[in-house]
């Protein structure tokens, strides 16, 4: 049963792919963002109530106003970062934790920020109750980034921000990726591609029109 949907919910990721390649500049993600999507059980990070629909390829309700996002999304962001095994990542929007759980199947070590208590609580309970052993969380404002364990190779936005945080831009790594969805909150924003050169040089880059729920505490940094 559930094998059933698990491949139908990465049929659905594969065709999406392909409906996007132009924007997102690639036919398929790589195999191993895949085996992410495949191995981490979706059904553990929703609520009991929606079960039913656990794969679909659609955001569900987490609580507190937030939501998991869709599959789709999570393994495109994924792909962006384009992680090595060695990498270390920061994701800010712990939210149910799934999108952490991926990121942790392809890297070293995952920082993650969350915004709401009982969230990060939650996540944090049922990251480890899982057997996720490489995932440090906490909770507070992720426009500050976690200064203490930077640089990063990557860094990841799961909330809608209206311009890019300064500190997340200082806490890259030369050579590292920073994936962000920046709009307008509530509406519809521009998922956005950062990437810094070895010479600390910013290149920007909109892949995806995304509509995420809003970066909360940001603070008035324009870049
Ligand atoms: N990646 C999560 C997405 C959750 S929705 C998942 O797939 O489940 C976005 C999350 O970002 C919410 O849980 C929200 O509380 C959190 N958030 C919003 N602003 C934040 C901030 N400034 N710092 C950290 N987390 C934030």
């Not at 919910?9 to 999507?37: C, F, Q, W």
């Not at 495109?76 to 384009?82: A, H, I, Q, R």
């Not at 890259?172 to 969805?181: E, N």
């Not at 290149?203 to 940094?221: C, H, K, N, T």
């Amino acid at each position: 049963m559930k094998n059933r949907q698990i491949q139908r919910m990465l049929d659905d990721i594969e065709r999406e792919v392909r409906y996007t390649r132009k924007m997102i500049g690639r036919n398929a993600l790589d195999p191993k963002v895949m085996s992410a999507m495949e191995n981490v059980p979706r059904n553990e990070f929703v609520p009991k109530s929606y079960h039913d629909a656990a794969f679909d390829n659609g955001p569900l309700p987490i609580g507190h106003g937030q939501t998991i996002s869709q599959p789709y999304i999570v393994a495109l962001m994924t792909d962006l970062l384009e992680l090595d095994a060695d990498d270390v990542v920061l994701e800010i929007g712990t939210g149910s934790g799934y999108q952490t759980a991926i990121l942790s199947q392809l890297c070293k070590q995952v920082y993650t920020i969350e915004y709401v208590p009982a969230l990060a609580d939650i996540a944090k309970a049922r990251l480890e109750s899982l057997g996720y052993d490489n995932i440090t969380s906490m909770t507070g404002n992720g426009y500050d980034g976690w200064p203490e364990h930077a640089p990063y190779d990557g860094i990841i936005v799961t909330a809608a921000a209206t311009h890019i945080p300064k500190p997340l831009i200082e806490q890259l790594k030369p050579g590292g990726k920073l994936v962000i969805p920046v709009g307008r909150p509530h509406l519809y924003q521009e998922l956005t591609l950062v990437e810094k050169d070895v010479n600390g040089e910013i290149d920007i880059r909109e892949v995806l029109g995304v509509a995420f729920v809003p970066l909360q505490g940001e603070r008035d940094e324009y870049i």
